[in-house]
Structure formats: C-alpha cells, structure tokens
C-alpha cells in the first residue's frame, strides 16, 4: 500500500497492537488513505494517507506519506510547533488532530506513542 518504510511500519504496529485492518473509505478518490478505528465505537484513532507536501505548507510538491491523530483539545498548535515534522491536522480539526510526517525522521516509539494516545483519546 505505502511505499515509505515508515507508513507501512506504522500500518504494521496499528494491525497487531489494536487488532484494527485499514479501512479504505474512498478507493477511488483517494486510494492511499486508510482509516483505523475503533472495533466497538468505530471512532476513528488514526489515518494514514500520502498526501503532496504543500498540503503541510512544505516546499515542493512531493507525495509525502503522514499519519493523523488526535490529540490533546487545542494543544495541537503548541504541540505542533516542537517538531517540523508535526503539523496542525491536514483535512481534520486542527484543534483536536495532529499530522505526523512519516519520513523516518521521527522515532518508531514517538510515534507510537501517540497512536496510543489518540486511541486512548477516543475510546469513549
């Protein structure tokens, strides 16, 4: 499905650590986002998706694998401004999501951890 080490890493940990397949919810539009949700809630946690770059506000017009999650209520921004790898969410809430650059520039276990905790954040 993706091409990035990285994604297809994170697609791999999201399958055996929560027990949740991609869903493709748009195969024709979008061919290259998967959607991972809750089994019992079927609220989303995270959204893989290759996206170009300038999406981010990057230079260039790259496709560029990331990664949304959710995340703490309207600390996206500050969050955002640690790394120039998060983003405050493309096509979601920016308040409430985040956008991960998987480029292998960020650890496996940072990222990781927060698939943990936008599952957390919506297992309600």
Known sequence: MHKNTQASKVIEHIKSEYGVNPEF?????????????????????????????????????????????????????????????????YHMNKNNWITVWLDGTLPDDFISSLIQKSYLLTDR
């Not at 989303?44 to 996206?51: Q, R, Y």
């Not at 995340?71 to 969410?89: C, G, I, L, M, W």
């Open 25 to 89: 919810l748009w195969p024709d539009r979008y061919p290259g986002y998967a959607v991972f949700r809750h089994s019992d809630n079927k609220k989303w946690f995270a959204m893989v998706a290759t996206i170009s770059s300038k999406s981010l506000g990057l230079k260039g017009d790259d496709e560029i694998n990331v990664i949304n999650l959710k995340f703490d209520k309207n600390q996206t921004y500050d969050f955002a401004e640690t790394s120039d790898h998060v983003f405050p969410a």
